[in-house]
């Protein structure tokens, strides 16, 4: 196979195993709370990569630690060390693993892998994003990195949690309390109040009274009621009923009548 065609084929393969994300058994929240090391509130600072020890890449981002859920001997900033990266002409990418933006505010579940050195638990399901939305602040996954089951084996379909009561959840379980997991909230409907919307209110009609009745074009049959026309419209050219013309009809092959009752004639048709 030429060098050539080898190296598409791989890149292709590349794209395809990233696109498709990666694939976990998603534990509980509360059982993601035992597993970790540590549980911290903090900024997102500067992302850099580097080689590692066995020739690998890292990207290592600085966190801004604002507050300490779980965890001891943490204050001021940390190194979180995720695998992949970019560094010259080298790259490696993997599926699930978290990634950072600068100045993003998060709630991050650690592992300790060295000495000030963290890792995110479970890869990108230790790392929720504080999102606004509206009133509402939630903290939520990279639910595009996510898919796979929940520890009972049925398909995993990511919640949305509000970030106050997810919180207090997180702080009561992490000091031993047993609280309850209250606090997922239902996508809320995308609606658009921008003038480029697409839909357009429909319009105010006001019925009116016309300036004529039934009966002004029917007979009367009975009573008020109007039944049939009283003037039939004269015809003239250009209307929607015309006669034809004597010579027409005299060309026109002879109309049989009908066969009626004794006592009763059925008109020709016309």
């Known amino acids: 196979m030429p060098r050539n065609v080898l190296i598409t084929f791989l890149a292709l393969t590349l794209l395809a195993v990233v696109a498709s994300g990666a694939t976990f058994v998603v534990p509980t929240d509360r059982e993601l709370i035992h597993r970790t090391d540590a549980i911290v509130i903090g900024n997102a600072l500067v992302s850099y990569s580097q080689l ?52 993003q505010r998060m709630l991050l579940f650690l592992k300790q ?50 970030a106050a009561p997810f919180l207090q959840f997180v702080r009561d379980e992490a000091g031993g309390r047993m609280p309850r997991a209250n606090y997922t909230v239902d996508a809320a409907p995308s609606i658009s109040t921008s003038s480029s919307s697409p839909f357009v209110a429909a319009p105010n009609f006001v019925a009116t009274a016309l300036a004529f009745s039934a009966n002004s074009y029917t007979m009367i049959m009975s009573g008020t009621a109007g039944g049939r026309w009283s003037v039939f419209p004269t015809p003239s050219h250009g209307s929607w009923a015309r006669r034809r013309s004597p010579a027409r009809r005299a060309a026109a092959p002879p109309r049989f009548r009908r066969r009626s009752r004794p006592g009763t004639t059925m008109p020709a048709r016309m």
């Not at 066995?54 to 995720?82: A, H, M, P």
């Not at 000030?116 to 479970?122: P, S």
């Not at 606004?132 to 084996?153: A, C, F, K, V, Y």
């Open 113 to 162: 892998t060295g000495k000030e050195r963290w890792a995110a638990t479970e890869l990108v399901l230790g790392k929720f994003t504080f999102t606004n939305e509206g009133e509402d602040t939630l903290l939520l996954r990279d639910e595009g990195e996510i898919s796979g089951w929940d520890p009972d084996l049925k398909q995993h379909r990511e919640p949305r949690r509000s």
């Open 52 to 103: 590692n020890d066995r020739g690998g890449i890292d990207t290592v981002t600085s966190i801004s630690v604002e507050e300490v859920i779980k965890g001891s001997g943490i204050s001021g900033t940390i190194n979180v060390v995720e695998p992949g990266g970019v560094v010259g002409n080298h790259a490696s990418i993997l599926s699930g693993v978290p990634k950072f933006t600068e100045g």
